[in-house]
């Protein structure tokens, strides 16, 4: 069962890190919650139809005294992934995919000192990881002459909130109906997109037609398919080893930025995404 989610959480990853660049070309003509709006409706409609097709296992649940619903844990934590994916939409606008998917990955040094929050110890090996992931940050964020991009300091925020939402989710994963869970987190988070949307853009429907494969690929890869990927392969894996196979989402956006956008870092970036590597993966050694 440990394989079958860590191949899960590996897959979360890919369609996360390739997604990085969908979003990209994505918001060539539409706002960041026009684009999630659309995005997540495509990815509850997803979860919706795997939910009505397994409703007969559930029912089978129910009757063997197995089954907890899960759309109450899913709506609330739908506001931790509205947020968080709110901020990553807005500040793609303003960085590259590759330093997008890097910045977000930090979560993987944030999920262990959270954790000292609840109590537990803060091991050497997360202070060494720490200090390297913010070294690296520095190196690919910060340029020469110490100027920063705006979409650079959001993403930074943002890996805060994808902290919360692995926390969250590690919580409810092993107590609730995965795809319940799954759909809620989704419908709420594209309710509050769309709201968003009426309030601060005003898209036209040729927009949504244009961005329309764009959409449809982080719709159903990435809202659909990830998240659940993600909600099951944490039922078998504890929150920090989830962070460290899920952080290879940056690896995958670095590669999928060069090979589709031709995107290219400079040396001084090369290296800090390396330094931020070696900081995610140390974090997360056991003695």
């Not at 397994?54 to 129910?62: A, C, M």
């Not at 398919?225 to 670095?254: C, H, N, R, W």
Request: aromatic share 14%; net charge positive.
């Amino acid at each position: 069962m440990q394989f079958r989610g860590t191949l899960m959480l590996l897959g979360a990853s890919f369609f996360w890190g390739t997604t990085f660049v969908a979003q990209s070309t994505g918001m060539e003509n539409l706002g960041p919650f026009s684009y999630a709006a659309a995005r997540y409706l495509i990815g509850f409609l997803s979860v919706a139809a795997v939910l009505i097709f397994t409703k007969k296992n559930r029912s089978k649940e129910r009757k063997a005294g197995k089954y907890t619903r899960g759309f109450g844990a899913g709506l609330l934590i739908g506001f931790i992934l509205f947020a968080a994916t709110s901020l990553q939409q807005i500040a793609i606008q303003y960085t590259t995919a590759g330093k997008a998917a890097f910045i977000t990955c930090l979560y993987i040094v944030f999920v262990p000192l959270a954790a000292k929050f609840f109590g537990k110890e803060i091991r050497r090996e997360n202070q060494i990881g720490a200090a390297l992931a913010i070294v690296g940050l520095y190196l690919l964020a910060v340029n020469e002459d110490f100027s920063v991009q705006s979409g650079d300091i959001i993403l930074f925020v943002s890996a805060f909130f994808w902290t919360a939402h692995i926390l969250a989710v590690d919580k409810f994963a092993s107590r609730v109906d995965v795809t319940e869970l799954s759909a809620a987190q989704l419908f709420t988070t594209m309710i509050l997109s769309f709201a968003t949307m009426l309030i601060f853009e005003n898209p036209a429907p040729v927009d949504f037609e244009n961005a329309a494969f764009s959409i449809l690929y982080a719709g159903i890869a990435s809202s659909g398919i990830a998240f659940t990927l993600q909600i099951v392969g944490q039922k078998y894996a504890d929150p920090s080893t989830a962070a460290i196979l899920m952080s290879f989402e940056a690896i995958f956006g670095a590669l999928s930025g060069c090979i589709v956008l031709g995107e290219v870092m400079s040396g001084r970036e090369i290296f800090g995404c390396v330094l931020m590597l070696a900081g995610m993966i140390t974090a997360q050694v056991r003695r």
